[in-house]
RNA sequence: GGCCCCAUCGACUAGCGGUCAGGUCACCGCUCUUUCACAGCGGCGGCAGGGGUUCGAGUCCCCUUGGGGUCACCA
């Protein structure tokens, strides 16, 4: 069966790296039958972050990426958080002791510092471990390490020939053996470094296909030594291309925005944002751009992912955005979406239809959620703002105002039929454009010059407050 | 710097020896129109360069160039 598994560590805002990952990850063993594993990897206990763990798993239920087996979904290989496994990483690690594989290096990390100075003032351009431990005595080695003084473990790589990574998309990749040094694999407070830990889990949880970014391509030949050394069989290995920021660099958050808790706050779709990473390095093989997880499900081919690293671009997700809120949601569905952030934002509403006609007016105007908050202010509230545009106009159509104020406060309603044969009759007597007209019109009640339709704004605003609106608007305007 | 990966419009991509190199975003026009959008139509714009292989290269090979990653007791 296949298995796959992203190992995200708790160090921050959950990122979208990781969400990309969790995508292909999730696809390919749901297509397959296999299962999708979570596993926090917090062997780092200095950038550990409480709260990141959550977020992350939380994250992932909200994209609909679900996970078979995770910290809080538990499964026969739990624990699925790395620092409860600290034993078995200890054990690992000793066994690799006593096969020779491993050995002790009792160097502190400021001499190491010192020594990689050294090496990079001398300019060499080999820049890794100088194995000064390498064949150190076993009987020192022991009474030291008795004797409590600090050390850590380090693999022995070996000296000479290669090794070939088979890479699923990129082929046999060769890696000399001289390009190696011997890694640190358990760390001297104990806890194993990501080498080891993740070798040791994805073993023990029978991974078949590891997926990760390309970031990782290099150091995969150290972990082929690692399964080696324990006898272990190679996982499929499948590198994706990494996200890129705009000027192309490693996708980071110095120079992007990499939180998705972050575009959810400001109204990204979770289906789009999947949808967004789906293009990423990917593609439907019928070229559509629109498509849902569903639809990665049933055309989705690990072989297809190109290999070029993808911008992480924020013009098309949030066009993509806009084309789910306008063409993929049903008005329902949208509604409830957007209710939080109309709660948030403290409007209130006389009535669910009145939320949804606003919607429906406004939709093919917004592109996030946020987005509609911002454009719907005069909709919910009084104290709207007024855009200079918008003041502009007002001036100079306010002679108009005082007869467009008489106009409709002697409509019988205020339906778009009412006041559209009302309005075009106005225009018509006073032998202007309809703009003339229209637009200081629309300044006055909305304080806007973006807005829907007239006639659909006259209705949902209703007769009553756009009177008082235009009243308002008149003293405003008035010498 | 060593090693490794990569290379089609500004961005995301299709292409898997024979296509007028196609689509999407962005941008620019036009249509619609009371505004802004949406939508529709049209346009701008690309195979990094040089060698090969081949009857024929965006597609295969090599070199150059460019971009990226990696060289932690971080993942």
């Known amino acids: 069966m296949v298995v796959t598994r992203i190992a995200p560590s708790p160090t921050g805002d959950p990122h979208v790296g990781t969400a990309y990952q969790?995508?292909?990850?999730?696809?390919?063993?749901?297509?397959?039958?296999?299962?999708?594993?979570?596993?926090?990897?917090?062997?780092?206990?200095?950038?550990?972050?409480?709260?990141?763990?959550?977020?992350?798993?939380?994250?992932?239920e909200w994209l609909g990426l679900s996970p078979d087996e995770s910290p809080t979904k538990g499964g026969p290989n739990g624990p699925y958080v790395q620092s409860q496994r600290l034993p078995i990483y200890q054990a690992h690690a000793q066994r690799l002791l006593d096969s020779g594989a491993a050995y002790r290096a009792f160097e502190t990390p400021a001499e190491l510092e010192a020594?990689?100075?050294?090496?990079?003032?001398?300019?060499?351009?080999?820049?890794?471990?100088?194995?000064?431990?390498?064949?150190?005595?076993?009987?020192?080695?022991?009474?030291?390490?008795?004797?409590?003084?600090?050390?850590?473990?380090?693999?022995?790589?070996?000296?000479?020939?290669?090794?070939?990574?088979?890479?699923?998309?990129?082929?046999?990749?060769?890696?000399?053996?001289?390009?190696?040094?011997?890694?640190?694999?358990?760390?001297?407070?104990?806890?194993?470094?990501?080498?080891?830990?993740?070798?040791?889990?994805?073993?023990?949880?029978?991974?078949?296909?590891v997926i990760r970014a390309e970031e990782w391509l290099t150091s995969t030949p150290f972990h082929i030594l690692i399964l080696r050394a324990f006898g272990w069989d190679e996982p499929v290995w499948c590198h994706t291309p990494l996200l890129r920021n705009p000027d192309r660099s490693?996708?980071?958050?110095?120079?992007?925005?990499?939180?998705?808790?972050?575009?959810?706050?400001q109204g990204i779709l979770p289906e789009a944002l999947l949808n967004y990473l789906g293009t990423m390095g990917w593609s439907m093989p019928d070229e559509r751009e629109i498509f849902s997880l569903q639809d990665m499900l049933e055309h989705f081919d690990l072989s297809r992912i190109s290999l070029g690293g993808p911008v992480f671009g924020l013009d098309k997700l949030r066009w993509m955005n806009g084309k789910y809120i306008r063409e993929v949601l049903?008005?329902?569905?949208?509604?409830?979406?957007?209710?939080?952030?109309?709660?948030?934002?403290?409007?209130?509403?006389?009535?669910?239809?009145?939320?949804?006609?606003?919607?429906?007016?406004?939709?093919?105007?917004?592109?996030?959620?946020?987005?509609?908050?911002?454009?719907?202010?005069?909709?919910?509230?009084?104290d709207y703002p007024t855009s200079e545009k918008a003041l502009a106009k007002l001036k100079e159509g306010a002679v108009f105002l005082p007869e467009l104020r008489g106009l409709l406060s002697s409509l019988p309603d205020f339906l778009p039929e009412t006041t559209e044969a009302a309005l075009k009759q106005f225009v018509e007597a006073k032998g202007v454009k309809a703009g003339a007209v229209m637009q200081?019109?629309?300044?006055?009640?909305?304080?806007?010059?973006?807005?829907?339709?007239?006639?659909?704004?006259?209705?949902?605003?209703?007769?009553?407050?756009?009177?008082?609106?235009?009243?308002?608007?008149?003293?405003?305007?008035?010498?």
């Open 115 to 209: 020594a990689r100075k050294e090496a990079e003032k001398a300019g060499a351009s080999y820049r890794g471990y100088n194995r000064r431990y390498r064949d150190y005595p076993s009987a020192e080695s022991e009474a030291r390490a008795a004797a409590g003084e600090p050390f850590v473990i380090r693999l022995k790589a070996p000296l000479e020939g290669s090794v070939v990574v088979q890479d699923l998309l990129r082929g046999p990749v060769e890696f000399d053996h001289s390009q190696l040094d011997d890694k640190v694999i358990l760390k001297a407070d104990g806890y194993p470094t990501y080498h080891l830990a993740a070798m040791v889990d994805d073993h023990l949880m029978g991974v078949t296909h």
């Open 330 to 382: 049903s008005l329902d569905d949208l509604a409830e979406r957007i209710k939080p952030f109309v709660e948030k934002a403290g409007y209130a509403y006389p009535s669910e239809t009145y939320l949804k006609q606003v919607i429906e007016a406004l939709r093919a105007r917004f592109e996030t959620l946020q987005e509609f908050v911002e454009k719907s202010v005069y909709f919910f509230r009084e």
């Open 440 to 479: 200081p019109l629309r300044a006055a009640i909305t304080g806007s010059l973006e807005t829907p339709g007239m006639f659909d704004l006259l209705m949902l605003l209703g007769k009553e407050r756009v009177l008082e609106r235009l009243e308002r608007a008149q003293s405003q305007v008035a010498p």
């Open 250 to 265: 490693k996708l980071s958050k110095r120079k992007m925005d990499t939180s998705v808790d972050s575009y959810r706050a």
């Open 22 to 60: 969790a995508l292909f990850n999730y696809i390919f063993a749901r297509q397959q039958g296999g299962k999708f594993i979570v596993r926090i990897e917090d062997t780092d206990r200095t950038r550990y972050n409480p709260d990141s763990e959550r977020r992350i798993l939380e994250m992932l």
